[in-house]
């Protein structure tokens, strides 16, 4: 007789459709492990999650499911984690609703290292991408896993800048740990199952679907001692994840940015909520407790225009960055604080960003990095 693999009945138990999360920690409350809740009657079941869903979870059938998952698992780097397992992330009993199985791929052991979540906009500004990276390697060489979605914009950037330091990454996503959303990502994702981790709550196959996000949203927050929003809009699901930490008792953290910018107003209004406004990640250090007692956190990454000589200096470049300062501006606005030509601002600026020093906006407009 074949016995049974020890994560069988736990994928079982996490297959059922029909189940909802709560009345499967109800029965593992109540009963233990999933074997024994499969050893049990329809009618003993029936007690905790009545007599037709008990029936249902013992009479569906996941076998192909289970297999595959397995076969999955046994793969060099993949894992599942279950709630009993100690690998499991002590954060997320801290939660209401803690999934029962996690499946991996890569450095398990970031789940039980201190983690800040570093979160933002899809459609991310040139200075929004590079603060994310800039922030997330600093707080990875201080030690602290990043955590975040793997998305386009602000989530990619802070799994980028996060690799290049030592507390490394950890991507939560939305859909099957067989599948990699969105495509664009692929190769970032496959750097980060080598060098840090995957995780996702959600079956094998799963596709990605907008309501699998939300959920995928509370893991982010809850793996992570506080929430960083770097940019976000007024509707952002970022806003969603700072809410889901203030819930899960988490630091939330915003960084302010133009108020001119639609993509700064989400982070505005998280810090007139009470959201704690940084502008170095060394804040994010000494807010989190991490920095040594009396002593500054290293890690300065944005610095204010009056450190970065925002003051205008003998070079044509210079001056036309001091005209130039933080916040978008176009050609006609820029060639007429300067008294320069188009032309001549267009040679400029060409040279600017080229250097990085510089970024093209959509609608002819430019913004200075810092």
Not at 57 to 68: G, K, N, P, T, Y
Not at 162 to 173: D, M, P, Q
Not at 258 to 270: D, R, V
Not at 295 to 324: F, N, Q, W, Y
Request: aromatic share 4%; proline share 7%.
């Amino acid at each position: 007789m074949t016995t049974p693999h020890p994560q069988a009945a736990w994928l079982r138990l996490s297959l059922c459709p029909k189940l909802p999360p709560a009345q499967a920690r109800a029965l593992l409350a109540e009963f233990g492990l999933p074997d024994n809740i499969f050893a049990a009657s329809p009618a003993t079941l029936a007690k905790v999650i009545g007599l037709p869903l008990a029936e249902h979870l013992l009479r569906h059938d996941s076998a192909a499911q289970v297999a595959e998952a397995l076969e999955w698992a046994s793969a060099p780097g993949n894992q599942l984690i279950t709630l009993a397992d100690e690998a499991y992330p002590k954060s997320l009993f801290e939660i209401s609703d803690p999934p029962l199985l996690l499946y991996a791929k890569g450095r398990v052991e970031l789940l039980n290292r201190t983690a800040i979540a570093v979160v933002g906009s899809r459609n991310a500004t040139a200075g929004g991408l590079a603060n994310a990276e800039q922030f997330s390697e600093s707080l990875s060489h201080a030690g602290l896993v990043i955590v975040s979605g793997l998305a386009l914009g602000i989530d990619a950037a802070a799994h980028q800048g996060a690799l290049r330091g030592a507390g490394s990454t950890i991507a939560v996503i939305g859909t099957g740990a067989d599948r990699m959303y969105p495509a664009r990502n692929e190769p970032l994702a496959r750097r980060i199952a080598e060098q840090g981790l995957i995780i996702s709550d959600y079956p094998l196959g799963t596709p990605a679907l907008a309501a699998n996000f939300p959920r995928r949203n509370r893991l982010v927050s809850a793996l992570a001692r506080g929430v960083l929003v770097v940019e976000a809009a007024l509707k952002s699901g970022s806003l969603i994840t700072a809410r889901l930490a203030g819930e899960q008792g988490r630091d939330v953290f915003a960084i302010p940015g133009s108020i001119h910018s639609p993509l700064a107003k989400g982070c505005h209004q998280l810090i007139k909520q009470g959201a704690k406004l940084v502008d170095d990640a060394a804040d994010i250090i000494d807010e989190l407790g991490l920095a040594p007692p009396g002593k500054r956190a290293a890690g300065r990454v944005a610095d204010s225009p009056h450190e970065e000589g925002i003051a205008a200096d003998d070079t044509p470049e210079g001056a036309v960055l001091h005209h130039l300062g933080y916040d978008p501006c176009g050609m006609d606005m820029l060639s007429a604080r300067t008294g320069l030509t188009p032309d001549a601002l267009y040679a400029i600026l060409v040279t600017l960003e080229l250097e990085g020093r510089v970024a093209t906006l959509p609608g002819g407009h430019y913004q200075r990095l810092r």
